[in-house]
């Protein structure tokens, strides 16, 4: 009885931990709810769009673009899963026909946008579970007026990401805000990245030519992130519009928009919330995973661009830890009420993250990039990083102890899992 209950406890962690595991592994053998594999495509769907709105490239992608526009091994696997699950779901009870339909290769950009609009568009016809209307109010625009004179010239290039939302973007989205620091004006230079939130508009998402242009004018925006940061590692956050009539807070947590800022007009004033499922924990796994696979690699040395994006890995551990817990707060204030459930040293790496955050020098930017990065912006900022630690020696102007971090994130975040998955 002990073992047959112990086998069934870890299932379930599995089922809301590793959903990709559990549907590839479970989904022949008819063991999985039609209610769990709808919640599993939109979520897939959710991190596709995500991703191939960024770029999703493969790594060739991202060094030769505009060249080579393809679409990453790791995206096109993900679609086929989707594939596979909406072809089960349709045997069932005839939902996602559309998606099922399309017999395209999976391969190319155009393949991809067809089927990523196909799925959306069966997705919002889809018979879904019950939610809770949440209205939200129009967030404030963005200006810099509000912010000290002093930083105008370094908040420039958010005030040009305005102005390219309201040209290139105003027709394709619900709404583009700027959260995080520097919408909250307690930002720190050369520190802070710059955090932008999209919410797709259906007109976008069901029209695959639109979409695909609307993939390229995401990706250029990076440029002005990179003038806030050139070592950020991360794109804009994507929410699609279909999302918001049954949305879970692990995808943006609702509490956030009172501290966000518009680009362009905010036309999203009503939200329909369901509970949060499998994305709750699965977020949090992630990371406990990749902390033992950089433990297991013996990983002791990082560049400034990769040691930066592991910093901030630690510093979104604490909200990742609460929204585990049903606790949806602004990250920073994530800090202070997760310490409060760890011992103190297990808490050690998050403090020295803090003070490394606080010493943190600003990463230069050498002469040639920002006119290349008009192209790819991606690309020139890679090489910076790279050109930065070899001529510059930024690396040990800005040392990072990394194994003895990896140590103490791998200590802290079994622990935290250890907690996280009582609920489960």
Request: glycine share 6%; charged share 30%.
């Amino acid at each position: 009885m002990g073992q047959k209950s112990s086998k069934m406890e870890g299932e379930r962690a599995q089922r809301m931990a590793q959903p990709e595991w559990y549907v590839d592994s479970m989904l022949e053998k008819g063991g999985v709810s039609e209610e769990y594999l709808l919640v599993f495509i939109q979520n897939e769907l959710h991190d596709a769009l995500q991703s191939f709105l960024n770029g999703g490239f493969s790594k060739a992608g991202f060094a030769l673009y505009p060249l080579v526009q393809d679409v990453s091994l790791e995206n096109r696997q993900r679609l086929e899963r989707l594939r596979t699950v909406a072809t089960h779901l349709n045997q069932k009870n005839g939902m996602f026909a559309g998606s099922v339909a399309y017999a395209g290769r999976l391969k190319g950009p155009g393949a991809c946008s067809a089927f990523l609009s196909l799925l959306s568009k069966d997705f919002c016809l889809a018979e879904k579970g019950k939610t809770k209307q949440e209205r939200k109010r129009p967030c404030e625009g963005f200006s810099l007026k509000e912010y000290d004179k002093k930083d105008h010239g370094y908040l420039q290039p958010v005030k040009e990401l305005q102005e390219y939302a309201g040209k290139k973007l105003a027709d394709d989205v619900k709404g583009c805000y700027l959260h995080g620091s520097l919408a909250t004006n307690d930002f720190v230079k050369g520190w802070s990245d710059c955090d932008t939130l999209l919410v797709i508009g259906k007109e976008a998402l069901h029209d695959p030519r639109r979409l695909l242009a609307l993939r390229r004018k995401i990706f250029l925006m990076r440029r002005f992130f990179f003038r806030i940061d050139p070592l950020q590692h991360h794109g804009s956050m994507i929410v699609p519009e279909h999302d918001l009539e049954w949305y879970s807070s692990a995808y943006f947590p609702l509490p956030l928009f009172s501290y966000a800022k518009a680009l362009t007009e905010d036309s999203v004033l009503s939200i329909g919330r369901r509970e949060m499922g499998p994305e709750q924990y699965a977020k949090l796994f992630w990371f406990v995973q990749r902390f033992r696979e950089m433990r297991e690699e013996k990983v002791d040395a990082l560049g400034s661009y990769d040691a930066k994006n592991f910093l901030h890995l630690i510093a979104l551990f604490p909200s990742l830890y609460l929204q585990a817990k049903d606790v949806l707060v602004y990250k920073k204030f994530s800090f202070s009420m997760a310490k409060k459930d760890f011992r103190e040293e297990l808490w050690e790496p998050i403090e020295t993250m803090s003070s490394i955050r606080e010493r943190w020098q600003p990463f230069p930017e050498l002469p040639f990039v920002r006119l290349k990065a008009r192209a790819n912006p991606v690309a020139p900022y890679r090489i910076n990083a790279y050109l930065g630690d070899l001529l510059l020696r930024m690396r040990k102007k800005n040392p990072v102890p990394v194994r003895e971090l990896v140590e103490g994130m791998h200590l802290l975040a079994e622990d935290a899992w250890s907690k996280a998955a009582k609920r489960l």
